[in-house]
């Protein structure tokens, strides 16, 4: 079954404070709205129903169920939505209600249906697909294309590409900083110069080191690491331990610092890189700054383009200025800041490079500097050295760390080279080791057990990074193939939908653009075989493709193309839902494409129940007179201080809605449309026979109104009229309902059964019609002293059928 | 050319995510955490590269 909404009521949420109830029964929805009427409330509203966010309340600093609730609510009031469908085993209600002083939210439906209706719901993404469009209609003309994608719901997916690109990226950058090749290339210097080679499997190195140990009778054959530990247990001695500590420390010291040195290159080369971004950007600060206000200056297009201002000034400084000149001026930085974001784009990767780089180096030197021995005093000069080595790269960091916004220089990359005296040390560390092992020379069992020791140090190294490397040389191709797959699955669903409803956008902006000279129009993917940028067109001028296309598209026409896109999306993803809300989308239309517009949805989505809110009168006019014949519900939302948001009821719209209700015995919260009808009748009734009241102040008059305007009338009629005093008891039968008691508010505590208020209602209609001509072709039926008849001295109609006398 | 089923975004996500695990030369181990993170909604950058470091810290991964 097709799902519609028959039933939507909103209480306490965004702007909206008290009920605000739309009696739908299936049919579509025109609601006007001027600005800050809270006509967005009722969208955020159904939105957060469906999706439990609201896109444009999305953000770290706002907590989302606070921003939703009616500024006003008290606590221990409850917010809710609730959504009457033709299939009513998914109605459910959405509350936001204080638990354990923390605002939560539930659904009033727990039904496996209704869950499985909302996850389907989200496959459609009704809601949001609406917004895209909008944010298309929104963006510059260069940057419409781009987001295409988006407003048939696929931003979702794009976002997940993001993810997994940026992810693969850092497996790269990874792999990049941790340099194994020269890693491993040290340890296996290490590795010759202890056991004459460099070896890289396990076997190898054990019989490297059986045939080195063969001549000192360890008895002790190595075919595990264990065995190594038993040879060096076997050789070891309190004085070969202190020896070869020594040794160790200081070859460790000798290695690291010899990596670092090969790695000089490495490391100036991204600085170099990343000096150079550094330079172009600063150079041109203000390009980048401007990116911070793309934002802004979007905001300020959308107040201008949206009318919510009209000023000839601009929104942001309120500077006298031209709207059409300050549009197209924003659409021009707006275009520059396209340009500078790029940029900003590259400097931002070069930046993560370089500081991955230096991290990597700044990490392998403290791990240096936490060797024991550096704090011994005969390694006090190796430890300067280091340090200073450390300051060295906190340079580096200092630099890649400055704001290019801030106008500061950063040291230019020959000031921060590492040099050769750098590293002057080694020399020093160099001459150590060899007096060690000159040493040693003579002490053969010594230097068996320095040598077997440092090799099973440095072998293992090149093990550990082997096995990092191999790691994450499998995580990025893992992480490559699911890449690769995921693009090749987005371009594919994207040429599914191409393939499918290329004639469907075509038919619709022929629609909107006839005797246009586009003779066809062709989407087509952008970006190389296993990349995807985007979507974008061609279409045939005078016999031949275009593109791109904003060489002739006007931004109205792409607006027309972004439209026509949605509108085969609804077609395409709303397979249960068959209904659309669009919330002030054709803004920026011309004033035939917003008409155009409007017919094309009237005849292309005429079994579709559309709930279409706007704020443009002229547009709303023009729908209007469709929508009514069409049989569309029309509606005004007014918000006032003590409403909030509401809905302007007229009173023909509200009878309709009391008797559609009272048909359907939908009874929950009939009392106040009934309330309603009862006071605009007597209001009517008591200005045409100038019934008068005392003033009261609003909040008063509120709760007295019905009785106090009842028992005046009948005092008026007792004096002036004999025929309508033989009505009072119809008056009577009204004022002593239960229905009536207590004033119909929200507060009247008896709770009114469907025969309570189809009595009630019945009076009310036969009360009515005592005072309102019931012929059809009578043109003022309201019976009224402005149709006094003097000589017969009677108070009538404008047909004169229905007249009573009055003195 | 036939036409093929037209799918929504979400319903494109769904099906990689499903499928993920069967995707040749794929590590199981980085798929089943790639589905899971998408499963709760938690399918960011840094979620990702926490997970692929969880993963390289376990033994034999």
Redesign the interface.
Known sequence: MAIKIKQLEITGLRGIRDTLSLALGEKSVLLYGDNGTGKSSISDSVEWYYTDAVSHLSGEEIDLKEALRNAYFASEEESNISVNYNKAVINSQKKLLTKKGKLVSEYSNVTTDFSNYLESS????LILRYQFLRDFIDRTKGDKLKNLSDI??????TK?K???R??FN??KSEIKSQNFENQINTQKQTLIEKIGAAVSQENNFYEKINEIIADYGTGITVGLMEDVDKVLLKLKTPVTTKIVAELRFLETYQSSLTTLKTEIDLIDKEYDKYFKEFEKIAADVQSIMQTYFAEMLKSGCNLISKKFHTESSCPLCLQPKDLNDLQSEIKVRLLEIEESSKKKAVFDNAKISATAIVDERIKRLATLGSEVLISDTSNSTAKNALDELKKKMEAYKKAISEKVTSGNKIAIPNSLKLVDRDFSELKAVLGRIEKIKKALATDNTTLLFANISAAKDAFQKIKKFEA?RE??E??K???G??FD??VK??K??LQ??I???SDTINEFYQYMNPGELFEEIRIVTMGEENELNGITIEFKYKGNWVSPPQKYFSESHLNCFGISFFLASVI??NKENKFLLLDDIISSFDTNHRKRFADLLFEKFADYQIILLTHEEQWFQYVKQISKRKGWIIGKIKWTETKGTHLDENPSDLKELVEADLTNGNVTLLGNPIRKYLEYILKTICFNLEVKLNFRYNEVNEKRMPDEMINELKAKINKASAELKLKLPIIERLTSSNVFGNLLSHDNPFDPKIGDLKAFWNDIIEFESVFKCQQSTCTKPQVSLKNYDTVAKKIRCGCDATKYDWK | MNKREVKSGKEILDDFFRDIEKMPEVNQKIAKSLASLYEQGKLTDTNVKNELQNLREKDGD
């Open positions: 989200k496959k459609e993404n048939i719901g696929f931003s979702e997916v997940i993001d993810v997994l940026k992810s850092s497996l990092e790691k994450l499998a995580q191709k893992s992480l193939i699911i797959g995921f699955k987005q594919d669903g599914d939908f393939d499918n409803f395409a993803f």
